[in-house]
């Protein structure tokens, strides 16, 4: 009770909830409510939020895909979304030994139970209790405070404001799983990038570049070909030009590739579009290639040509966000100034749902981020 008379933390606040009986898109089904505030259990600890990151699985809240507020089971009949976050940790639990009152953090999503074998010593994304913070867990960042485990805390990097370090998490976090942990990219290796001016893609641009890579972006405009070009990206194909969805259109589009990269198909293809772009991301990969994919924004039921998978023996992998130790990493290139986040616009708190909704139609570049606890865009960055 000493850190929470300390921070004046009240027992109520007023939240964007999401209920089953309002599933739609973003602006209806999110309603500001008064909610209790969480008390942190054993090995919890409650953040006062700064500053929360838009993602898109607040989209499939929102609209009860693929399953609906009940069947996730969280335990509570509402739901506050948001999977990205930076705060001032208000309140620890008990056995809370890394972390006090007043510290500066960025939160990862990853919530596991922490005393399974998996969690101890495989890894915990192998967890059965593994479960997504702000997506399958109901006190997400879109509130004033938020609960989450100790484990899930990272340092904030002091150089950052409170919206630039709420921006990232999510999809830095998954990037960095999903090139390195999973597709074991290697310097010079072609990387294909789906949505390269958005969330995940402006960060797969930068981890490329980083090891050597060489992205090739993925883009359906100028503007934004403009913000991978200012990311260091050299290499572009404008999907608007290739009808994918026909057998001439996915060779051409991989003979843009070629074009570009000077004769070479992609050896990874970044894939988290899904139902439209997935037969082609097999199709394009290069022999004995991979295709690593964390998500499907466009749809869940992938259908492609088999005969590209087993014939030119390509690779499909699954990945899904990251576990501490890779976000521990990535954040620290962040920290270290080696990765830069990317945020396109800030909204106030009362403007939630409708940065929600604009994430929703995917029509942004960069990362959208909405101040909660921050008074302006522009706090908490400090000299180190």
Request: charged share 20%; net charge positive.
């Amino acid at each position: 009770m000493q850190e929470r008379e300390k921070f004046s933390v009240p027992q109520s606040m007023n939240a964007w909830v999401i209920r089953e009986d309002r599933h739609g898109d973003p602006e209806r089904a999110m309603r500001l409510e008064t909610v209790a505030v969480p008390r942190p259990s054993d090995g919890e600890v409650v953040v006062a939020v700064m500053a929360a990151g838009i993602n898109y699985n607040g989209v499939w809240v929102c609209r009860g895909e693929p399953v609906g507020l009940s069947k996730l089971k969280t335990g509570y009949d509402f739901h506050i979304t948001g999977s990205d976050a930076s705060g001032v940790v208000v309140e620890v639990g008990r056995g809370v030994k890394r972390w006090k009152p007043g510290d500066e953090v960025v939160l990862h999503c990853n919530v596991s139970c922490g005393q399974c074998a998996a969690c101890n010593g495989w890894d915990p994304l192998a967890c059965d209790q593994q479960r997504i913070w702000g997506y399958e867990v109901n006190y997400g960042s879109f509130a004033p405070y938020t609960i989450v485990q100790a484990q899930q805390l990272l340092p904030k990097p002091p150089r950052l404001t409170w919206e630039a370090s709420a921006s990232y998490g999510l999809c830095l976090f998954t990037a960095y799983r999903m090139l390195f942990t999973r597709g074991q990219l290697q310097p010079g290796e072609i990387v294909l990038v789906w949505g390269a001016s958005g969330g995940l893609g402006v960060f797969a641009i930068q981890l490329s570049l980083l090891v050597g890579a060489i992205p090739v972006c993925v883009v359906s405009s100028p503007e934004k070909a403009e913000v991978c070009r200012s990311l260091g990206a050299t290499l572009f194909v404008d999907r608007r030009h290739h009808d994918l969805a026909s057998p001439e259109g996915k060779r051409s589009f991989g003979a843009a590739i070629r074009n570009v990269t000077g004769g070479r198909d992609p050896d990874l293809v970044f894939e988290h579009v899904g139902q439209k772009t997935f037969a082609t991301s097999v199709y394009v990969c290069s022999k004995f290639g991979r295709v690593v994919i964390c998500g499907a924004t466009t749809g869940y039921d992938l259908g492609f040509d088999v005969r590209y998978l087993w014939m030119r023996q390509k690779t499909i992998i699954g990945s899904h966000f990251a576990n501490s130790w890779d976000a521990s990493r990535a954040n620290q290139l962040v920290a270290d100034g080696r990765v830069c986040p990317v945020v396109s616009q800030v909204f106030p708190f009362d403007e939630i749902p409708r940065a929600q909704a604009i994430q929703a139609s995917s029509a942004h570049a960069g990362k959208l981020v909405a101040l909660v606890g921050a008074e302006r865009p522009g706090m908490g960055a400090r000299s180190q």
